[in-house]
């Protein structure tokens, strides 16, 4: 089945530091890759979409200077966490998609971020 | 935009009994209704989903019902064990769109 794979899966910086998170789609093309943050206890909440080779869309209230995102290949989709803060500190999702309104998604493992 | 609500937030069950967990959505464009369990410090996994053409799907101890007229979905999982205890999500999403809007989540624990 397909597989979409995130790294770091954990990783640890200091504020004002910027940090870049992976999602691959390892045995598919992603045309379409989407990025959702999770504070603890809470639910999945859409930052934004990222089409390959075009500009990210991002959902409202998602600042996208300080969430770039990259979708250069149909392969991988990279969001950069720019001059992070301690409230930046949460856990970072990817889903892939075909984007053929298929709609079934599979979704990385998480790469969870805490800012010191 | 679309808003998913989901009910309840923690659900507790005997291993064995059955566990119910109920979503509404507000846009009727929506048309594809999928569920994931998330374990502690994991991506969610689909489980089971189903689209709006389909009234009920099953897949051995676990169902999904739609109702398109109320804009409800819900997850029927029978026969419990305690490998089902994780937080389940049910989303939805307009077919073309691909994005999916999540619930809010439901923390099932299932004791022995």
């Known amino acids: 089945g397909a597989v979409v794979s995130q790294h770091p899966s954990w990783v640890i910086c200091k504020s004002g530091t910027s940090v870049k998170i992976e999602c691959r789609s390892l045995?598919?093309?992603?045309?379409?890759m989407f990025w959702y943050r999770q504070f603890p206890k809470q639910s999945l909440m859409l930052m934004a979409t990222s089409n390959e080779g075009s500009k990210a869309t991002y959902e409202q209230g998602v600042e996208k200077d300080k969430f770039l995102i990259n979708h250069a290949s149909l392969t991988l989709s990279t969001l950069t966490v720019t001059s992070a803060h301690p409230e930046d500190s949460s856990f970072y999702i990817c889903?892939?998609?075909?984007?053929?309104?298929?709609?079934?998604?599979?979704f990385g493992a998480g790469s969870r971020l805490t800012v010191l | 935009g679309e808003n998913v609500e989901q009910h309840p937030s923690t659900l507790s069950v005997q291993e064995g009994d059955s566990a119910v967990i109920k979503c509404t959505y507000s846009d009727s464009a929506s048309n594809y209704f999928p569920w994931y369990k998330q374990e502690l410090g994991k991506g969610p996994q689909l489980i089971i989903d189903?689209?709006?053409?389909?009234g009920e799907k099953k897949d051995q101890r676990i169902a999904v019902t739609l109702n398109k007229t109320a804009k409800h979905f819900s997850l029927h999982i029978t026969e419990t064990q305690p490998e089902d205890s994780a937080v389940y999500f049910c989303?939805?999403?307009?077919?073309?769109?691909?994005?999916?809007?999540f619930g809010t989540g439901t923390r099932l624990q299932v004791f022995p």
């Open positions: 045995d598919f093309q992603a045309t379409t």
């Open positions: 889903s892939a998609g075909t984007g053929a309104g298929a709609n079934v998604l599979t």
């Open positions: 189903i689209r709006s053409n389909v």
């Open positions: 989303a939805a999403s307009i077919q073309w769109a691909d994005k999916l809007i």
